[in-house]
């Protein structure tokens, strides 16, 4: 009879063991997904601040200044602002903002325009 009870503590220990590595298992298993959903997003804001400085940087067409952008089900807010540092310089800013579980993120990129025409300062041969 001890024999039997004694298995029957083994088996209870082992299974509580196997559910203790399961839910840390499935507990990481969850981190990730977030990590990789946060790192999406981040990739998202990343290529709406790149085109909106794009837009802003080649003047090829009228650039909003603010819009909402709806990619892959999150919705992000793209601000542009150009701000004159100097005659002939400007300083543009973009900033992507959204708001995922662990709560609002942003993205801010600056990058300065100069109003010189290209050609201007090469000298031909």
Do not use: F
Not at 27 to 49: I, N, V
């Amino acid at each position: 009879m001890k024999q039997s009870g004694m298995a029957m503590v083994e088996a209870l220990v082992a299974a509580g063991l196997l559910a203790l590595g399961l839910l840390g298992a499935s507990r990481l298993t969850l981190r990730a997904l977030d990590a990789a959903l946060q790192t999406r997003h981040q990739e998202q804001a990343q290529s709406l601040a790149r085109e909106a400085l794009d837009c802003a940087v080649g003047q090829t067409q009228p650039c909003p200044a603010a819009e909402n952008v709806t990619r892959q089900g999150m919705a992000y807010t793209v601000q542009v602002q150009q701000r004159p540092l100097a005659p002939g310089l400007a300083d543009i800013a973009v900033q992507i903002t959204w708001r995922s579980n662990s709560g609002p993120q942003q993205l801010t990129w600056h990058t300065r325009r100069s109003e010189l025409p290209g050609w201007h300062g090469v000298s031909s041969p």
